[in-house]
Structures are given as structure tokens and as C-alpha cells.
């Protein structure tokens, strides 16, 4: 005798319990990455006026900071890559002889600053 084999109809949804628990899974398992990688993150603050600064917390400053010109003082100019502590005094000089600067451009003007150190520091500064 010949047996009969019928196809079994298919739902038309099908919902994979396992499937699912495992995309659930995945979903807190990067959650969990990212709230442990915003905690960890490194996070600047800016020290208090009249505290003393490290040398490694200088170095953090110099990558977020914007300096004006007729207020910076000289450890803050020396911040700015390519201003060491003769070039931030030959600044103070050149702004007490000549009162403050009227855009950033006059900062060229000052002996020591060319147009390689100006385009350097162009973008970390500003004239109020």
C-alpha cells in the first residue's frame, strides 16, 4: 500500500522565540558598551582662576582653547602650539607699546610671529 504524504501548511508569521532573545541580547550588550564608554570618557574642566595648572592639564586646555589676544596673559599664550615664553612676552610687549589688537591679522605684526605661526594659531584665537 502507498502512504500519503501531505504538506503541512506554513504559517504565514512565524516568530522565533530564539531569535528574538538573542536581538534583545545584542541590543543591551551595545547599550551597556555605550553607557560604559560615555562614563569613561576623559572630560575637561576648566581650573579656577589663581589655581596652579599641571603640565598635563595645560596640554588639555591647548586642544579647547580660544584666547583673546588683548586679554590672554602670558602662561595662556604659551598654551598655543608653536608660542613658547618668548613669543607670549614679545604678545604683552607688543600689546602694552601699542594698545590691543584690532583684528587677529595685527598679531603678525609682532617680532618672532610670521604667517607659518599665524596660520597655526589663527583658528585658537580671537580679538574682543
Known sequence: ?????FMKAKPIFIFNLKKFQRNIMLCCCFGLILLCLTITAPQVQAPNMGENISAAQLQTLSE???LD???ATLEELMLLDGIGEKKAQAIITYRQTHGNFTSIEEVKNVSGIGDKTYETIKEYIFVK
Open 64 to 66: 579647547v582653547l580660544y
Open 69 to 71: 589676544l588683548n586679554q
Open 1 to 5: 500500500m502507498k502512504r500519503l504524504f
